[in-house]
């Protein structure tokens, strides 16, 4: 298919890219799909970009070359009985961060996004039972402290804990569970995780999340993890991850909002965890 729609594209431009007189290119076509008319602006896209290096380079010359000029192509592409727009679907981030960290999701239960947090947290303690060994006598455990004086709720695990890669691919990007990874999941362990989606409800009740977290494969019984924050107040294109010292697991740290009354947020909580497969202390 791909190579049929190259073959496409060069029969609807044909001989119809032209330099003007004055150096400007112009480039012309018919088409009759618009997959092979978005490969040609794609096309056209990436030759503006090499014509614009060459043209550097020329402007160094002592003997100029090029009669071209480094400015965007006149493009002459039509679509018939349709009218092709280049710009498809957008997603805002802070928009798609809001919806999932919105009561439209998470309702109106102060407890529920710290549910999240335990059920991320007992995930976490099962998959590294799954892959402890007898010998390692590994006792999971699940802590959830509510602090009055510093309004934070903080929910650890001594489970798998993350690595960097897993940051990155997972707990920092919407909708993308650990769980889906072929290694994560396998014929005798069935993950509990589903969207990737949990951690955000978070931002229901809170203004700004700590996250340590450091992964227990290798060995590491007392070793070197990371730390960093997530806030929703400035959502920024970067993450500054410093190293902590800790053993394999997570901790997160919810800075409520001030508004929230702390003892409210642990009594739903309280409420809404019945029973799960490693011990939960509140």
């Given at each position: 298919a791909?190579?049929?729609?190259e073959?496409?594209?060069?029969?609807?431009?044909?001989?119809?890219?032209?330099?003007s007189?004055?150096?400007?290119?112009?480039?012309?076509?018919t088409?009759?799909?618009?997959?092979?008319?978005?490969?040609?602006?794609?096309t056209?896209?990436?030759m503006?970009?090499?014509?614009r290096?060459?043209?550097?380079?020329?402007?160094q010359?002592?003997?100029?070359?090029?009669?071209?000029?480094?400015?965007?192509?006149?493009?002459r592409?039509?679509?018939?009985?349709?009218?092709?727009e280049?710009?498809?679907?957008?997603?805002?981030?802070?928009a798609?961060?809001?919806?999932?960290?919105?009561?439209?999701?998470?309702?109106?239960?102060?407890?529920?996004?710290i549910?999240?947090l335990?059920?991320?947290?007992?995930?976490?303690?099962?998959?590294?039972?799954h892959?402890?060994?007898?010998?390692?006598?590994?006792?999971p455990?699940?802590?959830?402290?509510?602090?009055?004086?510093?309004h934070?709720?903080?929910?650890?695990?001594n489970?798998?804990?993350?690595?960097?890669?897993?940051?990155?691919?997972?707990?920092?990007?919407?909708?993308?569970?650990?769980?889906?990874?072929?290694?994560?999941?396998t014929?005798s362990?069935?993950?509990?995780?589903?969207?990737?989606?949990?951690?955000?409800?978070?931002?229901?009740?809170?203004?700004?999340?700590d996250?340590?977290s450091?992964?227990?494969?290798?060995?590491?019984?007392n070793?070197?993890?990371?730390?960093?924050?997530?806030?929703l107040?400035?959502l920024?294109?970067?993450t500054?991850?410093?190293?902590?010292?800790m053993?394999?697991?997570?901790?997160?740290t919810?800075?409520?909002?001030?508004?929230?009354?702390?003892?409210?947020?642990?009594?739903?909580c309280?409420n809404?965890?019945v029973?799960?497969?490693?011990?939960?202390?509140?």
């Amino acid at each position: 298919a791909i190579s049929f729609r190259e073959n496409r594209k060069h029969d609807c431009i044909r001989d119809s890219l032209a330099v003007s007189d004055d150096g400007q290119v112009v480039v012309s076509g018919t088409f009759d799909d618009g997959d092979v008319l978005a490969l040609a602006h794609r096309t056209f896209d990436d030759m503006e970009g090499w014509i614009r290096g060459y043209c550097d380079i020329d402007r160094q010359s002592k003997i100029p070359r090029l009669r071209i000029r480094p400015e965007p192509f006149v493009r002459r592409l039509d679509l018939p009985g349709a009218t092709f727009e280049r710009l498809g679907v957008r997603m805002s981030k802070r928009a798609v961060i809001d919806l999932v960290a919105s009561n439209a999701v998470w309702r109106n239960s102060v407890g529920a996004p710290i549910r999240e947090l335990v059920q991320n947290a007992v995930e976490a303690c099962r998959f590294r039972m799954h892959h402890s060994s007898p010998a390692d006598d590994y006792q999971p455990q699940v802590t959830v402290k509510f602090d009055r004086t510093k309004h934070i709720v903080t929910v650890s695990d001594n489970g798998c804990g993350m690595s960097l890669r897993t940051i990155l691919n997972h707990f920092l990007s919407v909708a993308s569970s650990r769980a889906k990874e072929p290694a994560y999941a396998t014929k005798s362990y069935a993950p509990i995780a589903r969207f990737g989606v949990g951690f955000w409800s978070v931002f229901t009740i809170s203004t700004k999340a700590d996250i340590q977290s450091l992964a227990f494969e290798g060995g590491n019984a007392n070793g070197v993890g990371l730390e960093f924050e997530v806030s929703l107040a400035e959502l920024k294109d970067y993450t500054v991850f410093r190293d902590c010292s800790m053993t394999p697991g997570t901790s997160v740290t919810l800075y409520l909002n001030q508004t929230l009354v702390i003892d409210d947020v642990f009594e739903q909580c309280r409420n809404l965890i019945v029973s799960a497969a490693v011990p939960i202390n509140l």
